[in-house]
């Protein structure tokens, strides 16, 4: 089985359009990843990974609900995968509609309004600028990663004893920026902001 750094750097490598090893048991996943609903690539897509080897995970403005943690569960305890990749994206209707919210004090109604609230938390916990709407989605990726760890014990557990890690990263549809990751697992490329 990969470790999370392994796992890391083929996904970052598919990403950067390098060829990946082939070496994966393809009965199980490789990693999983949560991604806002609205993104228009999914996973296998951004990380050059083949159909079906990730375990994809979608909200909208990648709100933690009992169904994300139920397939974060899933991935961790069942599929034993040891990544997680949490992936916000540029040009994201969720950023743009909390955003709208802090300028003007006008929330969506109905569900939507829970994700942006979320968005809007994220904002103020990361202190983040309103005016970038990339800084906004970093913000919002990372707080997302950390709302995870809080709130599924099987994956803090596998963190702590170092058997899975958490990257939080942003695709602008040609870059992956990573943020910050939890765990044994790093990014070479940038400079982070290690959160646990
Ligand atoms: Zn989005």
């Known amino acids: 089985m990969s470790n999370p750094q392994e796992t890391w750097n083929r996904l970052r490598a598919g990403a950067d359009g390098l060829h990946a090893p082939n070496d994966t048991d393809m009965d199980r996943p490789v990693a999983a990843v949560l991604r806002c609903a609205d993104a228009k690539m999914a996973g296998a897509g951004v990380f050059g990974q083949p159909a079906g080897s990730l375990v994809d995970l979608s ?5 933690v609900d009992t169904s994300v943690l139920a397939g974060v569960d899933f991935a961790v305890e069942t599929a034993e995968v040891p990544l997680i990749v949490v992936l ?35 904002l103020v916990g990361r202190g983040a600028s309103v005016e970038s709407h990339a800084h906004v989605a970093a913000a919002h990726a990372v707080e ?18 170092g058997t899975c890690g958490i990257v939080c990263a942003t695709y602008d549809g040609a870059v992956l920026r990573v ?9 070479a490329s940038t400079a982070l ?3 646990v």
Do not use: Q
């Not at 909200?59 to 709100?63: A, E, F, I």
């Not at 802090?102 to 569900?111: F, K, Q, S, V, Y």
């Not at 943020?179 to 990014?187: F, N, Q």
């Open 193 to 195: 902001v290690e959160c």
């Open 179 to 187: 943020h910050a990751t939890m765990g044994d697992v790093r990014d």
């Open 59 to 63: 909200s909208w403005g990648l709100t």
């Open 88 to 122: 916000g994206h540029d040009d994201c209707a969720a950023i743009r509609a909390a955003v709208k919210a802090w300028n003007h004090a006008e929330l969506p109604d109905g569900a939507m309004r829970a994700a942006v609230e979320g968005v809007l938390m994220s």
């Open 144 to 161: 997302t990663g950390l709302s995870l760890l809080k709130r599924s014990p099987a994956l803090t557990h596998r963190v702590d004893n």
